[in-house]
């Protein structure tokens, strides 16, 4: 793992600097893939702009009052840069709110611009699983494969880089196909559909499942539904409207 990179007298954390790197690189894609499905680059960029930063926001505000004790004994920390004082789940689920409020206000088609999103979505979690592996916070269960990585002690399967292959497949076939005009909706469902199959697989190989309730993998359990979901949706509506390849 490489937490830390060295730079000269600079010591950069690794897993952060590829998070920023993946936002500015899932934004540029944004404005690209915007007008394959007829949104305005500007607002479409803007909108994953003002997701991330919702995301710091939310997720120190939903840290604070799930730990008020904490910061009413040191106050200065609310305004604190440790990655440690955020709730970033909660920030990524409370953010989808300000993005479909800013949706609404600049009347944008919401399935088009789910569609437009799909691609710098995929990008971002290249970034965001490769930065799990330089912190060593995703990790596999114990492993003799000749592929196996040493960590916290023992061989273990690589599921960061597991994600990242996963990931990266559904990439091409995204850059592939996304020009292809199907009903508005069904480009990302198929996306997120595919994200589904690749968690309900990998997540078999966790070597620390944090969401475990009464033995159930809580997790795979979430990836289901939303497949069944996805799965229920494409049937809906990928008869509807034959593809066709965008002209312009």
Known sequence: MFPIINIGPLAIQ????????????SILLAEKTATSFDENPNQI????????VSTIILGRIAYI???????????????SIDKNLFDFNSGLILSIIVAV??????????????????????SFLLFFF???YASGNLYGKPSDLRWSIYLWGMQRHPLPIYYMIGVATILVWAFRFFKNKYSPGVF???????????????????????NLFQGINILQVIA???LFFCLYIIYDKIGKTKPQNFSG
């Open 188 to 210: 990302f469902t198929i996306t997120l559909a595919s994200l589904s199959i690749l968690t309900v697989f990998l997540d078999y190989f966790n070597g620390n499942p944090q």
């Open 45 to 52: 960029s803007n909108l994953v702009f003002i997701y991330f």
């Open 130 to 132: 490769l930065a799990q």
């Open 14 to 25: 690794a897993p952060e600097l590829l998070l920023v790197i993946g936002i500015y690189f």
């Open 224 to 226: 289901w539904v939303v």
């Open 101 to 122: 409020i800013y949706i609404q206000k600049k009347k944008l088609v919401l399935f088009k611009v789910m569609d437009a999103l799909a691609i710098p979505l995929l």
């Open 65 to 79: 009052l799930r730990f008020s004790a904490l910061f009413i004994e040191k106050p200065l920390s609310i305004i």
